[in-house]
């Protein structure tokens, strides 16, 4: 009987142990099926995603997080989701969930610091980007975030760094050195952002602000020529976002490398862009008066002088026109009202005594205007040599 209570309780705990691995069995199958059920619901709303359809990505993983709770890819897919849809603390939370399960993953932390940098919250997204290069030390994409939070504030000098380290790790990349380059410039480093910039354009050819920022580079490096072909070349392929200021710029480039008709047609752009601007017709008639085409230099003067009649320069600038072109009479009716103005003028003393001089005035009034341009300052060595004759006992009397 002992004999029978015992195999009784043998063959009661055999048939347990196999009961109990029956139901083992099946809760793995069941938590298998799980597992296969959120990756096959995890593959289709990554899919969806890059299809650009939300609401079936969302719909998808989040069903693939209810079936595994600890699905660390699919959090972070589902937080890339909201953060397209600017659900910015959704989103967030989605990226720290990944990062719980798992922490040696770097793109969610690349992730985070990019919500921090979008809600201009720098020294966080900073933090975030360096614990996702302690994990990914080859991240070029992670470098370049870096080098924009570290140029938001200020820091450029790690901006360039940066950048740097960026470049290295994917050097075909236009933005880096387009980046770079404008670091460069904040830096005053002109000649070194030229080249980042030429790079970008290399790189990419069609974005425009490349050829746009390596115009300003090439001016502040006093490159006026490069600076001159880069705004042709906006202008050519975007002229409807043109500014005022550009061509202002080109006209400025132009006249500099020497090309008065080029800096005139510019100069004619931003006026039809501002014409109630006066000024532009001063800058106009300065590269008319360039080219000795003095009647259209003197009518642009005239047009300025309207809108400033008390401008002590404009009529000192048309004086010196008229003188060119030989019109005396005029010279001297500008620089009398100049005097009148401005006794202590040297430039309109001296312009009047060289317009007498050639009209055969009396020596005694010449001498007198030469002189005196002499003694209130004129150059030595911007007089004519006939009129250094006449002024000669001005510059004696300068010395005492």
Request: glycine residues 4%; aromatic residues 14%; proline residues 3%.
């Amino acid at each position: 009987m002992k004999h029978q209570v015992n195999l009784f309780i043998l063959l009661s705990g055999i048939f347990f142990i196999s009961h109990t691995h029956v139901q083992a069995q099946r809760i793995y199958k069941q938590s298998n099926s799980y597992y296969i059920q959120a990756n096959e619901n995890y593959q289709k709303g990554k899919l969806d995603l890059q299809l650009g359809d939300f609401n079936n990505a969302l719909r998808s993983l989040n069903l693939a997080i209810k079936q595994n709770p600890g699905f660390a890819d699919a959090y972070f897919e589902r937080g890339k989701t909201h953060m397209l849809q600017k659900h910015y603390k959704k989103a967030f939370n989605d990226f720290v969930k990944a990062t719980q399960f798992n922490p040696r993953k770097s793109a969610p932390y690349l992730y985070k610091g990019a919500i921090y940098h979008e809600q201009n919250e720098y020294e966080a997204a900073i933090q975030e980007y360096t614990q996702a290069l302690r994990l990914n030390p080859k991240s070029a994409m992670a470098y370049n975030y870096r080098a924009e939070a570290y140029k938001e504030i200020g820091f450029t000098p790690k901006a360039i760094e940066d950048y740097s380290s960026a470049i290295n790790y994917d050097p075909q990349q236009a933005i880096l050195y387009y980046g770079r380059g404008q670091c460069l410039m904040e830096s005053q480093k002109y000649t070194q952002a030229i080249k980042d910039f030429s790079k970008a354009i290399q790189l990419q050819p069609s974005i425009l602000d490349s050829y746009r920022q390596r115009a300003y580079a090439a001016f502040l490096a006093g490159n006026y020529m490069r600076s001159a072909q880069d705004l042709d070349y906006l202008e050519q392929k975007d002229a409807k976002n043109m500014k005022p200021y550009q061509y202002s710029l080109s006209a400025y480039c132009k006249a500099a490398s020497k090309d008065y008709r080029g800096a005139i047609r510019a100069i004619n752009k931003v006026m039809e862009l501002e014409p109630n601007n006066a000024l532009h017709y001063v800058e106009r008639a300065q590269y008319h008066a360039a080219l000795a085409q003095y009647d259209p230099a003197i009518n642009d003067y005239t047009k300025a002088l309207e809108a400033y009649p008390d401008s002590v320069r404009f009529y000192g600038l048309r004086a010196e026109a008229f003188l060119r072109q030989e019109d005396y009479a005029h010279t001297i009716k500008d620089c009398n009202l100049l005097i009148s103005k401005q006794p202590q003028n040297a430039r309109a003393w001296y312009l009047r005594g060289v317009a007498k001089m050639r009209t055969n005035h009396r020596k005694r009034e010449i001498k007198k205007d030469l002189q005196q341009a002499a003694m209130l300052g004129y150059p030595k060595n911007k007089m004519e040599s006939q009129a250094y004759k006449y002024a000669r006992k001005g510059f004696k009397k300068r010395k005492r």
